[in-house]
């Protein structure tokens, strides 16, 4: 069991909880992700990282409330504890090396995700500008932690509320067009914006990773059901990323596969809600 | 395969020859093995249940009695892990089921477990001597009513000698993984598994069926080791969590038993793999079994179930596949490249198969799965096979048929065409020796791999095998670290 120790309300639908996992917490690397089963009933499904304290002995987990899972997680307490929570898993992203300048893009609840990697690569040595991006400026999340490690920040919302007008890529359109030296591209958020921005990056041979979520059941490279194609290849999101080059991804491949199971997704979700209250 | 063949030709010929020396004695007609009581075929393609629902105590005594108690009994020398077979089957004979379980227990520390899945008719019941007029002596469902016997009368704790105060790190908590364990434990060294999964079991409990396999089943004979001792840590990946040499350097640990097993699925090199309808039998089972899919929106992990599935493959992994598909209300097809007689599956699985109204398509292989725009199954693109010269496993090669090519009308695919062993440890190993296969390569005898103190043994080694021969591996490897750490 792994016992919840701090909980933070980020906004309506994003939270953060931070759990006790000294063995987990000793190891993991930035870019690594955890699979969760809350209780008995519970699936298992992954998520990131966001940060760690290897003193504490702390993993923290940082997530969007979008079905029965998440809400569930969402709905624990401090003190309330988590049935199984395994990892580090995946491979590390390449954090500690220096590439030179990096533009880290986060959208919606992958501004969490890209934190921990971007305050590395920042430490690392490299230059770091961040674009933060969100639907609007409630959904903004990290931002001023992200805002600290950067040495430039910008924002974007997609209806203006908040910085830029648009979208995560007009903004690394304009630095492109700029002709700003630019080493690596590290993107993490909603698909079509990790589709969007390998295009944006595609004619300036910008090399572009990308965090992959496909869906997973054991998250260990026992089952294939994340399996991703990768320059024609299939390749396992799970041990085989999550992160990939950008490039060489297949993200429609991807947007469809998430698909798989959207009637008992909200067959789950009805049953949450009726048994719980509220909530779509 | 060839023993099966062998063994099914004098029982459909009737009478033996009698022309030769006039008979002494007048010969009784061959006899065939008691039946064992199962669930109706139409009802339990509908359930979870257990099939073969296992000896009463009157049949097993009367099955037992029919062994002749060779003086050079071949039985023995055909289960891989060498149970004194004429020993526990004259026990049963005597009504003394505590005594038989025990005496199974010695060199079997998963017997309720292999009495049903074990393939006997390749192994104990294959060289049985009595088998060679009749029909062999059940060895396999005796071992199975003894050992629920034992389990339901409540097992005394064998005695256990001191403690030797040395610490074994068991990676996997599959057959081989279990077994190395409890042999260990039972020398007295303290034995710790670090399993990846969230229960214990392997294969055992992701991959074969309740209805096969019931779990309880399984978790009995764990708890059983867990009273001798071992200690389970579970969500343990290890690799990532911790390494071999971390085990080994820094957590005491004074020699470690890799039995991972291998998880990773395969997939066909063919068009459409990853459309959104296709998937490992691994992925369908695991949901299915280890997360109670079938129990959904109880459980919350979902699995997807077509109306007509078409499952790839010919050994127990696809019957399984096919069966569950079954239960789950579509109608299951297997399509398999070779001949019936070429089905790697247990014999008992393929007649229940059948009974229960999976369908069989040998000579056939995919070679594009159809999708349409969304990505979902519509189709699979196969071709007619025909058997040709043997290859280098004696078996004759599939060829195909030039312009047999014919669309099978499917909405799902579950792919059972073999796994392979899983890379996180050897990755994470430096200094282990690694075949093409990915397998990891030992000492046969001692079970050492190259790394000093580190063992490996079951489908790691071996690639996907079976749970008895995991099991001897373990075996094995517990008395190759006991030999290693008494040098
Ligand atoms: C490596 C990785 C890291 C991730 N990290 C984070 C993170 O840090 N924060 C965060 O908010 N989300 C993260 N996700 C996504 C997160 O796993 C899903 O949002 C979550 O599983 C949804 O479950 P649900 O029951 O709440 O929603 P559901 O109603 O089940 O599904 C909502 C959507 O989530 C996706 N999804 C469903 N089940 C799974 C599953 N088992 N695995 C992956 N995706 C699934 C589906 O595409 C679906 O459209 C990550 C995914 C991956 C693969
Ligand atoms: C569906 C199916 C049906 C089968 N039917 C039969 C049958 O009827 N009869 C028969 O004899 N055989 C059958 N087999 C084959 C048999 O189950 C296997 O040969 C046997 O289980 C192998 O045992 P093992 O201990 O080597 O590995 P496994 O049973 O695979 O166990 C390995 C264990 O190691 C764990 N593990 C893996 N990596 C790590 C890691 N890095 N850290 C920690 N833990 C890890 C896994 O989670 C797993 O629990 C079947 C197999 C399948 C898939
Ligand atoms: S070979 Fe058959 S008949 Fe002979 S002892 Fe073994 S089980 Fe009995
Ligand atoms: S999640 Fe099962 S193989 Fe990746």
């Known amino acids: 069991m792994y016992e919840v120790l701090d909980k933070k309300i980020i906004n309506e639908i994003t939270k953060m909880l931070v759990v006790q996992a000294p063995d987990i917490a000793r190891v993991c690397k930035p870019g690594q992700f955890v699979m969760i089963r809350i209780n008995e009933t519970g699936e298992r499904f992954p998520l990131t990282v966001a940060d760690f304290d290897r003193k504490k002995g702390t993993v923290t987990i940082t997530f969007q409330e979008v079905g029965k899972s998440t809400r569930l997680l969402g709905s624990l307490n401090v003190g309330d504890k988590i049935m199984d929570f395994v990892g580090p898993l995946g491979k590390p992203s390449p954090s500690d090396k220096v590439f030179g300048t990096i533009v880290a893009i986060g959208g919606g609840c992958g501004s969490a995700i890209v934190y921990p990697v971007a305050r590395a690569f920042k430490e690392a040595g490299n230059t770091l500008i961040t674009i933060n991006g969100a639907r609007t400026m409630d959904l903004l999340i990290y931002r001023e932690e992200l805002e600290s490690i950067s040495d430039e920040f910008y924002e974007t919302t997609d209806d203006g509320t908040c910085g830029t007008h648009g979208f995560v890529t007009t903004v690394l359109g304009d630095l492109i067009k700029q002709g700003r030296k630019i080493d690596l591209v590290f993107a993490v958020g909603p698909v079509p914006m990790m589709k969007f921005v390998a295009k944006t990056t595609e004619e300036a041979k910008i090399h572009t990773m990308v965090s992959l979520n496909s869906i997973m059941v054991d998250g260990t490279g026992m089952c294939g059901a994340c399996r991703v194609s990768v320059d024609g290849q299939m390749k396992f999101a799970c041990v085989d990323g999550p992160e990939f080059d950008g490039h060489k991804v297949d993200f429609d491949e991807l947007m469809a596969r998430l698909n798989a199971y959207v009637d008992q997704e909200a067959v789950s979700n009805e049953k949450w809600a009726s048994e719980h209250g509220g909530a779509e | 395969m060839t023993n099966k063949e062998k063994k099914a030709a004098p029982k459909g010929k009737g009478k033996p020859p009698t022309k030769k020396a006039a008979p002494k004695r007048k010969r009784k007609p061959p006899t065939k093995k008691i039946p064992m009581p199962e669930q109706d075929a139409k009802k339990r393609s509908h359930n979870f249940d257990e099939v073969a629902l296992g000896y009463t105590a009157k049949q097993a005594k009367a099955e037992a009695a029919k062994c002749i108690q060779c003086r050079n009994p071949k039985c023995i020398s055909g289960c891989p892990v060498e149970v004194d077979i004429k020993g526990f089957v004259l026990l049963v004979a005597e009504g003394k089921f505590m005594e038989a379980a025990a005496m199974i227990k010695e060199t079997n520390s998963l017997p309720a477990i292999c009495g049903r899945v074990c393939p006997q008719e390749t192994q104990c019941e294959a060289t049985c001597i009595y088998g060679i007029?009749?029909?062999?002596?059940?060895?396999?469902?005796?071992?199975?009513?003894?050992?629920?016997?034992?389990?339901?009368?409540?097992?005394?704790?064998?005695?256990?000698?001191?403690?030797?105060?040395?610490?074994?790190?068991?990676?996997?908590?599959?057959?081989?993984?279990?077994?190395?364990?409890g042999d260990l434990t039972n020398m007295g060294y303290d034995v710790t598994i670090y399993e990846a999964f969230h229960k214990p079991g392997g294969v055992l409990i992701y991959g074969i069926p309740e209805f096969r396999l019931p779990k309880d089943v399984v978790m009995a004979e764990v708890e059983f080791l867990e009273k001798l001792g071992v200690e389970i840590k579970y969500n343990h990946v290890i690799g990532k969590i911790r390494t071999i040499s971390e085990l080994m350097e820094e957590d005491g640990f004074n020699s470690v038993f890799i039995g991972s097993g291998a998880g990773a699925p395969n997939f066909m090199r063919i068009a459409g793999m990853n459309l959104i309808n296709v998937f490992s039998a691994n992925e369908f089972?695991?949901?299915?079994?280890?997360?109670k899919a079938y129990k959904f929106p109880e459980y919350d992990t979902p699995v997807k179930v077509g109306k007509r599935i078409a499952?790839?493959?010919?050994?127990?992994?696809?019957?399984?596949?096919?069966?569950?598909?079954?239960?789950?209300?579509?109608?299951?097809?297997?399509?398999?490249?070779?001949?019936?007689?070429?089905?790697?599956?247990?014999?008992?699985?393929?007649?229940?198969?059948?009974?229960?109204?999976?369908?069989?398509?040998?000579?056939?292989?995919?070679?594009?799965?159809?999708?349409?725009?969304?990505?979902?199954?519509?189709?699979?693109?196969?071709?007619?096979?025909?058997?040709?010269?043997?290859?280098?496993?004696?078996?004759?090669?599939?060829?195909?048929?030039?312009?047999s090519e014919f669309d099978l009308d499917v909405d799902m695919v579950i792919v059972a065409i073999g796994n392979s062993p899983n890379p996180i440890i050897p990755e994470s190993t430096p200094g282990l020796k690694i075949s093409r296969w990915g397998t990891i390569e030992i000492n046969e005898e001692t079970g050492m791999t190259d790394v000093s103190g580190v063992f490996a043994g079951g489908d790691i080694v071996t690639g996907a095998a079976t749970v008895i021969s995991a099991m001897g591996a373990g075996k094995r490897a517990a008395r190759g670290i006991h030999d290693f750490l008494n040098k």
Request: charged fraction near 30%; charge should be negative; proline fraction near 7%.
């Open chain 2, 311 to 403: 499952i790839i493959g010919g050994g127990n992994v696809a019957m399984d596949a096919a069966r569950t598909s079954l239960r789950l209300g579509a109608e299951a097809m297997i399509v398999y490249r070779r001949a019936r007689e070429q089905l790697p599956a247990r014999l008992e699985e393929v007649h229940h198969a059948e009974e229960e109204g999976v369908d069989f398509n040998f000579l056939v292989n995919p070679i594009e799965v159809l999708g349409d725009e969304k990505g979902s199954v519509i189709g699979m693109k196969c071709i007619r096979m025909e058997l040709g010269e043997p290859d280098d496993s004696g078996r004759r090669r599939p060829v195909p048929i030039e312009g």
């Open chain 2, 285 to 291: 089972l695991t949901r299915v079994n280890l997360m």
């Open chain 2, 133 to 181: 007029r009749n029909e062999p002596i059940a060895i396999g469902r005796l071992e199975r009513f003894v050992s629920d016997y034992a389990r339901l009368h409540g097992e005394p704790l064998p005695e256990l000698p001191d403690k030797i105060g040395k610490k074994i790190a068991v990676i996997g908590a599959g057959p081989a993984g279990l077994t190395c364990a």
